[in-house]
């Protein structure tokens, strides 16, 4: 296994989290999941093909379907996951039905500073929070040599593209996770002095615009801690797409995804169709996929 860390440290955080679902009376998990259904509308339709919306398709009560299916081998020769963003002049804000308005106002974009920053190799990686994404950078490269700046790095891939940080020759890889699972972890990690159902109705208020006393009284969090808080919560595809026409490709752009619930087999995939060069990248930009020592 290639992180076990990482598995240890998630169960142990949010003791599993289909048993958080589990754990909530019918009326509060019916809230729950309509509000989730809503806020992630656009990840439900970007990912599709990985999640489903129904968290009854991913839990058996307070266990993971995968869990009680067994483990599935991992065929090292099969690609990952990914998401091939086409070249377009026309900002996916006004083209891209999945994205909704609140996810495409300007807003605070924490640590925008890896916007710039480039290196001379290395894969790129679009780190969206709770992903598992501080462990694939820790694979990828050491701090010190990969253009993500420290290993905490959240920056949408449309600011980097406008910044020039992805170039047509670059690999770039993107975590991703099943959106019920990264409500629960972000709850665990940013919001734990208050419930889970209160964190998801501060969500909903937050996605939707509006004010709450929790997200914007200086007195119950330090001034725009919450909402910077919040907003490390957007929806994946707010991460993942491109917000504006500066923002998107000007050649068809391949994301490779690593699901933070298949990361050592979808990293072991990337990694091998990089270094084989199958993407007509140069095989030197793929030196940070590093064989990673259990």
């Known amino acids: 296994m290639t992180f ?51 968290l009854d398709a991913h839990c058996d009560g307070g266990e993971p379907r995968e869990r009680t299916q067994g483990p599935k081998s991992c065929d090292v020769t099969a690609p990952p996951p990914s998401l091939l963003l086409p070249s377009s002049t026309v900002g996916y804000c006004a083209a891209n039905s999945a994205i909704d308005e609140p996810t495409c106002k300007e807003g605070f974009i924490p640590m925008n500073r890896c916007a710039s920053r480039r290196s001379k190799s290395g894969p790129i990686l679009v780190h969206v929070p709770k992903t598992g994404g501080t462990s694939v950078a820790e694979a990828l490269l050491p701090p ?32 991703v996770r ?53 907003s490390l919560s957007r929806p994946q595809a707010h991460w993942l797409l491109p917000h504006a026409a500066a923002q998107a490709p000007s050649w068809p752009l391949r994301v490779w995804l690593l699901r933070t619930e298949h990361l050592d087999c979808d990293f072991a995939q990337a990694r091998r169709v990089c270094r084989a060069g199958e993407t007509g990248r140069a095989v030197q930009a793929c030196t940070g996929m590093r064989d990673v020592k259990t």
Request: proline residues 7%; charged residues 20%.
């Open 4 to 54: 076990p860390h990482l598995r240890a440290s998630t169960l142990h955080k949010e003791q599993h989290w289909c048993g958080v679902y589990a754990g909530l009376d019918s009326r509060s998990r019916a809230q729950v999941e309509s509000t989730l259904r809503e806020v992630y509308d656009a990840d439900w339709q970007l990912l599709s093909a990985l999640y489903a919306p129904q």
């Open 144 to 175: 010190s040599t990969t253009r993500l700046g420290p290993p905490v790095c959240h920056t949408p891939l449309g600011m980097r593209i406008a910044g020039g940080v992805v170039g047509r020759d670059d690999f770039v890889v993107a975590t």
């Open 178 to 230: 099943n959106p019920y699972a990264r409500a629960v972890a972000a709850h665990a990690y940013w919001w734990s002095n208050i419930g889970f159902v209160e964190y998801v109705r501060l969500l909903r208020v937050f996605h939707s615009g509006a004010r709450d006393p929790m997200l914007d009284t200086p007195s119950r969090l330090a001034p725009e801690e919450g909402r910077r808080k919040m």
